[in-house]
């Protein structure tokens, strides 16, 4: 079972800003965003509420910014599969691992997006400059479309249908379920299953 006790980062050796940055995203993980006022958010972190103000203009810009950087860790997998040069359904397979894998070991991010992602707090900029992050993973369903390979849809939703199924696993894994490499593999081929062009 997934504590946050377990999951608190040293927040001793980091200076101000990323202080700041690690107790907002620990406090929203925690207690959502409504749950975490700025002078609870200094008194965590230990820095003053004047200091954090100087960094950040308020909290909905520190989550954004988390929000961002944590999309960009997963641009990150998605280049390091890319470097591979895998064929087209094992970039997929391993892309969807990659994802997975990132959040397990980063189970404080999983409960941050969780608590943040789709809700007005995350601005239209926001989504749209860190979108660009994830760009790859659209080109990668436009191009199996166009070559025939995956089912001729909408590739926004191909993307967000697949993460959605990532996340799942994810939440199961850290609730406590034992996802065997079997059972994740049964998932991965599931999620497949629902993109590849069917024969007829």
Known sequence: MFTFAKNRMNIQSMDKREKILQTVME?????????????????????????????????????????????????GVIDTVKAKKPAFKEEFEQVW?????????????????????????????TYLESGQYLL???EFYQKGIEEGLLE???VTVLGY???DNIMTMVNLKLQGLDITDTLLQQALDYCWSGLIKKQT
Not at 47 to 66: L, M, R
Not at 100 to 124: G, S
């Open 152 to 154: 001729d849809r909408d």
């Open 136 to 138: 790859p993973v659209f």
């Open 97 to 125: 691992l990659g994802f997975y894998h990132h959040f397990v070991a980063h189970p404080l991010e999983f409960k941050f997006m969780q608590q943040v992602d789709n809700t007005p707090i995350i601005t239209e900029q």
């Open 27 to 75: 406090e929203i993980a925690q207690e959502g965003v409504n749950g975490s006022p700025m002078s609870q958010i200094a008194k965590k972190s230990g820095v003053a509420t004047g200091t954090i103000y100087h960094h950040f203009k308020s909290k909905e810009e520190i989550i954004n910014e988390i929000f961002s950087t944590i999309r960009k860790k997963l641009k």
């Open 161 to 163: 249908l697949t993460y």
